[in-house]
């Protein structure tokens, strides 16, 4: 099985693009975050036509939204509210009766580290929930993957530059002590990194900002697929679409792949 994850940046500004993802990369399951559409707008008869048949989704006008398309079976679909606010961040679904998937999409944070910032403490406000959502409502027995754009690169070599983006929303030493909390909540597995050390350079995501993102190379990795240890046996092969990035009028992230056994 493939599983792609991908922050879109707007589905219906980038349907061809998810159109040529999808044939290139043959995935059984894709998985889109930042979707800003409402979901009557959503541009459902595409995907159909590849073969997802099933899909299970939520999104808003100009902001937010995730989105589960299948080629397998889905069933127990869920739409979570986080810290107080219906925002489409967070859906779930099971994946052919074999595991839950999870499609979250974390708040940016802003551009502050600053708790006096509201984006910022909503950021952090929203990884505590999730930390302590997952042990209290689920067990880390239960095959489950949890994908997205969370937006938080947590270790040194998620971000070009470690020092440097140790003041920048993304990479804060507050911002990877709850993230990391929420990664050791119920022991997930960080399905890319069992494939890449910790000692190697990994992004997932480059600026706009930049002139010639591919040259400067000031990447983050902001979009992680993990996986509870039941499955780690199940997990085959990863990839960090780089060269979609380069594609025309392309979202600032780039998918992530998971082939699973």
Partial sequence: MRLVTWNINSVRLRIDLVMQLIDKQK?????????????????VDAFVGKGFMHYHFTGMKGYNGVAIFSKLPLSAPQIY?????????HISARVDEKFE????????????????????????????????WFPKERTAKAP????GDLNIAPLENDVWDHKKMLDVVSHTPIEVEKF???YNSIG???????FVPEEKKLYSWWSYRAADWDAADKGRRLDHIWVTKGLKPAIKK???????????????HAPVILDLL
Avoid at 27 to 43: A, G, M, N, S, W
Avoid at 188 to 194: E, G, M, N
């Fill in 180 to 182: 990391t909390r929420f």
């Fill in 27 to 43: 995935p059984d399951v894709i998985c889109l975050q930042e979707t800003k559409t409402p979901d009557e707008f959503f541009p």
């Fill in 188 to 194: 997930w597995v960080d399905a890319i990194r069992h």
């Fill in 101 to 132: 998937l999870h499609n979250i999409y974390i708040p940016a944070g802003g551009y502050e580290a600053d708790m006096a910032s509201e984006k910022f403490r909503h950021k952090l406000d929203f990884v505590d929930e999730l930390a302590k």
């Fill in 81 to 89: 509210k986080r810290v107080g606010k219906n925002d489409c961040r």
């Fill in 144 to 147: 489950m993957i949890a994908v």
């Fill in 238 to 252: 990863h990839q960090i679409l780089r060269d979609v990035r380069g594609w025309e009028r392309p979202s600032d």
